[in-house]
């Protein structure tokens, strides 16, 4: 019988004459080699060309990869090899001259850094990119063409030549002589490969005599000749997995021979051309061809092993040799961590006498059912022996071990009841695929028809087609897992039940109440497999997931397609199987499913009677799932994520358990996240701690600044000045009146100048040590600007109410108005109205007077200001007049002697930083004018009462000699 190998075309990329094809190991890539002289790289899962590589303008005949330093190696017409990385399309290495003739054939030994080329020079030379790409050996022989070379997987040191010289002839890596030669074709070779898989010792051959021969190099001799094509086969391979021997012919077509039986099992042809090169995907059922006009790839049959395990742990394996053996997983998983390979001892069963497309136990476990090569055989799983057999294309379970189901030909069923024909219908449709389980699933090319065991009717159509039909083992829930998404359905028996009583279902349709869709995901779902009412399964993305109702967990991402084996309740794990028949674990508790099952149905009270059975490390995962039900209350109880448990109590409200949450686990961003939220409850106390813990200066000054709390303002301006953020600092100490704390801060962050401007306005007794301090600090940079700046003390003539100023601020201080709180504003309102210099000056404040110091004398050359009993205008020039050693208004030159007249006012020095002296003119004038009018009291505002002396503090700026002052503002002080 056939082996009835399905063929999905899974890639067609059309393009120049492709010469040789390779396939990456790891990558979806597909190598072409085009006769062009471009290298392409496709993606065969988007059918998207990736990566081009310009070789030569000659034809480039062969290309391989070297996966693992991520190289590819090609040759051309031009008799080089040449060395690119896929990755960074760098040339690595180009080999000029590497034979004489064309180049035909390229090897990569599997672990060795070597690589064999063949040529029509009839030589054979090895590579070692280790030794920057050394000629290591060449081997001779052949007396014409090489056109193939390949290494043996069995023994990576021996490898075979195909030669137009009608032989092939078998060399060690060690000897440039050849270990023997095997001789039949008629005519010259093109290619040759080597069979992977079982003892079999055999190569195959494709020739220019149209033929394929099959040889065994240990007796030397031809097993097999394959005769069919119509002109030169260029190609061929065995298939690494399958038992399969793929040949490519100039006829266009492609035959896959059985290799055990070699009986030709299937021929394809694409319309393509002549087929020119074939190879093969190791890891997988896919397979690519090059042809005259592009490339192709196919997948074979199913890519899932045939494998199977029962309830107990058992598995048992049949491998494409027929040959069956079994695996035990108890007791092993417990040692491993989740994801690790099991290091599982093998027991030998025997052989399957058909190739095993399919293999599955019966629910109870006794039996194993083996389909393929159109038959079926049933044996016992402990001792392996035939229990029936017969013909049929599909074989399917029901939930009863002792009922099955074959399907013999497109519309016709079987059903079986211990071993004995029970029932056997015809369809009225084609049957391309068969499922079990609680009914019968027959799919067709556009939908799904669930069969009644029983009697054979139809109890539902459904208008999907499903590649997968899984059963939960009460029977109440089915999964439809279709090419781009899965379905759960729930399937109401009593419905059906009452339909089939009352004789309403319809016999095409069904009952139409069968089956109600309880959830939908866009995933597509590779392998799966029920757990009570979960459904557990892999999608294409490689992750391993679960779905509870409407919820889906994922519970690992895998590194590569795995398949699901089933699940033990006792060990608490899910078992998974790779291609390669390598298996791996995980681990689900199976309380934990049967407490999200009870909170999906709306049994909470079962739902907490599972919950002290459920270990400690899944309750944050609980919690998570009944966050995501709504139920946050519940999530909150049982969640131990300090994380977690804080979110879940700032979503409902609980501020104090917050609280202490945050306390158990303080981090800067609980306690900010609980200070906005008590904000905002009015809940001061518990925002000013939370504030203070999270280091929330800013929010702490918005908060004292609210509530007038003095003594907060106060230790906040410490906290802000030890954590030098100053302008918090500064803002505290300005609310609550230290002005002194105000000017140190400017002066110990180097703001002598800023200073100076807050000690003349609010603190005039500071002034002159302040100036000294501007002078010292501004000499580094401009010693002249340094002299020009004025001490009020000093030049009292240029500050008229510097007295006054000081009497206001004895009284201040005596009378502290800035300490009180802004609650007292309506109280102090006509205090805080009241000009204190205008008082001052007014002789409000004269008497004893020790507190305020003596101005220093005058220097001679400076008269008193007289009083004036008219304001001057200020556009006068008189006033000028006056001084008598300011220099000339206009100078040409630099005054070398700036200071020679006694007198020391900083406007002297004033022409010597600017050519022209009109600047210096204005600011004496100002001052004699100005303070003599009378200020309206009612324009007099707090901080005038404080000192602030209006518009005279431009002029002070300029009359201190500051000619550009580059101090930038309190806002971007830090």
Known sequence: ???????????????????????????????????????????????????TFEISELPCRTARFIARENLVVASADDLRLVVFNYNTHARVATLEAAHADFIRGLAVHPTLPLVLSSSDDMLIKMWNWEKDWECTMV???HAHYVMDVKFNPKDSNTFASASMDRTVKVWNLNSPQCNFTLSGHTKGLNSVDYFAGGEKPYLITGADDKTVKVWDYQTKTCVQTLTGHSHNVPAVAFHPTLPLILTGSEDGTIRMWHSSTYRL???????????????????????????????????????????????????????????????????????????????????DLGTCEVYPHALEHSPNGRFVSVCGDGEYIIYTARAWRNKEFGSALEFVWSTDSTEYAIRETSSSIKIFKNFKERLNFKTDFSVSKTFGGHLIALITSGAVFFMDWATGGVIRKIDTV????????????????????????????DAVAAAAAAGSAHPVEGVEGAFDVVFDSAEKVTSGVWVGDCFIYTNSLNRLNYCVGTEVVTLAHLDKAMYLLGYLAKDNRLYLMDKSVKVVSYVLNQSVLEYQTAVLQGELEIAAELLPAIPDEYHNRIARFLESQGHVELALAVSQDPEHKFDLAVSLGRLDEARIIALEDETELKWRQLADLSLKSWKFDMAQECME????????????????????????????????????????????GDVDGCIDMLLDTGRPSEAAFMARTYRPSRVSAIVDTWREDLAKVNENAAKALADPMEYENLFPDIRHALKAEAWFAANAAASSPSIAYTERIAELARDIVAEARQGAFDGPAASIPE???????????????????????EPVAELEPVPEPVIAEPVAEPVAEPVAEPVAAEPVAEPVAEPVAEPV???????????DADAVDFEDALGDVDEAAAAEALEWGVEDDDDAGLDDWE
């Open 925 to 935: 004038a100002e001052p004699v004018a100005e303070p003599i009018a009378e200020p």
């Open 1 to 51: 019988m056939s082996l009835k190998l399905d063929v999905n075309r899974i890639l067609l990329a059309r393009s120049d004459r492709v010469k040789c094809v390779d396939v990456h190991p790891t990558n979806p890539w597909v190598l072409c080699a085009l006769y062009s002289g471009n290298l392409y790289v496709w993606d065969y899962t988007t059918n998207k060309l990736v990566k």
């Open 466 to 493: 499903p590649t997968l039909v899984e059963w939960s083992e009460s029977g109440e829930y089915v999964t439809l897992a279709t090419d781009d998404a899965f379905f759960v359905l729930h399937y109401n028996a």
């Open 139 to 141: 081997f001779e022989g």
């Open 855 to 877: 101005p220093v004398a005058e220097p001679e050359p400076v008269a008193e200001p007289e009083p004036v009993a008219e304001p001057e205008p200020a556009a006068e020039p």
């Open 265 to 347: 099992e299937n021929t394809i042809n694409y319309g393509l051309g002549r087929v020119w090169s074939i190879q093969c995907d190791p890891s997988s059922n896919k397979i690519a061809f090059g042809f005259d006009e592009g490339t192709t790839m196919i997948s074979l049959g199913r890519e899932e092993p045939a494998v199977s395990m029962d309830g107990t742990g058992k598995i048992v394996v049949a491998n494409h040799n027929k040959e069956v053996y079994g695996l035990s997983v108890k007791g092993v998983a417990e040692s491993v961590e989740d994801g690790d390979m099991l290091p599982l001892p093998s027991r």
């Open 693 to 736: 813990r999270a280091g929330n200066l800013t929010g702490l000054l918005l908060l004292y600044t609210s509530t007038g709390d003095a003594a907060g303002m106060t230790k906040l301006a410490a906290t802000a000045k030890d954590a030098e953020q100053h302008n918090i600092a500064f803002a505290a100490m300005l609310l609550t």
